[in-house]
């Protein structure tokens, strides 16, 4: 979420231990005049968290008047006594407000397997709801970090309307849905069932075409709200808008990747569709050969091609390119490729897969050592 929000909405954080003393790790998001349209798109883990699962249900109903997130506690793989936090946290939170349970979503980040503290987060509920304020946000989205180095916020000027949004994630991506959270929030006036196609088709080019680690989370969560405070917009116009926004942030989720050293865009062009051209993406970015290659500046292409081999592609159509310099074409290596200095710092790769029209990018990094000690660490 940006510093001050779209009109009709308030946010803020605070800090109630979740994480250690004097870290923000609880936050809210609050629809100012009640609970208005509101679209999500989550995890397709089959290890979902209590929250998402939750959040799933009620935005069924196309209808949301608050978000409540937090840090430091995924709330994933807890049985009964997870679900029964996410729905004692959010009923505070609705007891604070004066409205329904049902409308208030529950997002949570931070490690699989431990218990929400539901005494301290429900204490702290009716103070973090009466400090929520339009400039409130900053304090929100530092609240939901957990391995992030900062916060990650944008803001978006449509033509008549605001979008705003701030996620957490530096680690754990590979959302299918989509450890990433985001909320967006806009005043333009939107109908539920249009929030929910351009949400979904915003998410399908932006963060899943993040690759960070090969790791799905069970608690990747994107949920966008409408205040209709100004008029009414067009479906194209706050479709651009959001893909704006989440292409922004999933950016930011790339750049701040834990151990990271550079980030990598791969370009699949010439698939059959885009849905093959994201597969063969995925494929390059989810093999370790590749990206420690992209670490150590190596233009193995080798690496890359295998990893598109695996997919449904003709590969002696296939070409590769470093920074638009080609090292493999239709099927042969091209002989005395100077690259040297290149792929010294971020940079792209083309791949192309023949005549087709299809094409995907994804987003990935280079895997480095720091990353290996960092997660190899006891959480």
Same mark, same amino acid.
């Given at each position: ?53 939750? $959040? ?92 992030? $180095? ?81 008029? $009414? ?98 099927? $042969? ?47």
């Amino acid at each position: 979420m940006s510093v001050t929000a779209p009109d009709g909405f308030v946010a803020a954080g605070v800090d109630v231990g979740i994480k250690g003393p004097g870290r923000l790790d609880l936050a809210v998001v609050v629809a100012e005049d009640g609970a208005v349209p509101a679209a999500g798109v989550f995890t397709q883990n089959r290890a979902a968290a209590a929250p998402v699962v939750l $959040s799933r249900r009620r935005l069924a109903a196309g209808r949301a008047r608050a978000i409540l997130l937090n840090s430091g506690c995924a709330n994933a793989a807890t049985g009964e006594r997870g679900w029964k936090a996410a729905e004692a946290t959010t009923g505070a939170v609705a007891a604070a407000l004066g409205c329904p349970p049902t409308e208030v979503l529950a997002m949570s980040t931070g490690p699989i397997g431990s218990y929400l503290d539901v005494d301290a987060i429900a204490a702290r509920v009716p103070e973090l709801v009466g400090q929520a304020t339009k400039e409130g946000g900053s304090t929100a989205a530092e609240a939901i970090l957990t391995t992030d $180095s900062r916060t990650k916020t944008v803001v978006v000027n449509g033509p008549n309307f605001i979008l705003g949004g701030m996620a957490k994630g530096a680690a754990m991506l590979r959302p299918d849905m989509a450890t990433m959270l985001a909320v967006l929030t806009t005043d333009a006036s939107v109908e539920a069932p249009t929030l929910q196609r351009v949400l979904t088709e915003a998410a399908a080019v932006t963060f899943n075409s993040l690759n960070v680690d090969g790791c799905e989370s069970t608690n990747d969560s994107l949920v966008l709200l409408a205040s209709g405070r100004v008029g $009414s917009v067009s479906e194209s116009e706050l479709g651009e808008s959001v893909v704006k926004a989440c292409s922004a942030l999933a950016a930011e989720m790339a750049a701040d990747a834990e151990g990271a050293s550079k980030t990598v865009r791969i370009l699949v062009t010439g698939a059959a569709e885009d849905l093959l051209a994201r597969q063969v993406g995925r494929a390059i970015s989810d093999s370790a050969l590749v990206r420690a290659s992209f670490y150590g500046a190596d233009p193995n292409w080798g690496r890359i091609l295998a990893a598109v081999g695996t997919c449904p592609v003709d590969v002696n159509q296939v070409s590769i390119s470093y920074q638009s310099v080609s090292v493999f074409r239709s099927g $042969s290596p091209v002989a005395h490729v100077e690259l040297e200095g290149l792929l010294d710092s971020d940079f792209v790769v083309q791949v192309d897969l023949g005549p087709g029209q299809g094409r995907a990018e994804i987003i990935t990094t280079d895997l480095t050592p720091e990353y290996v000690r960092f997660n190899g660490e006891r959480s």
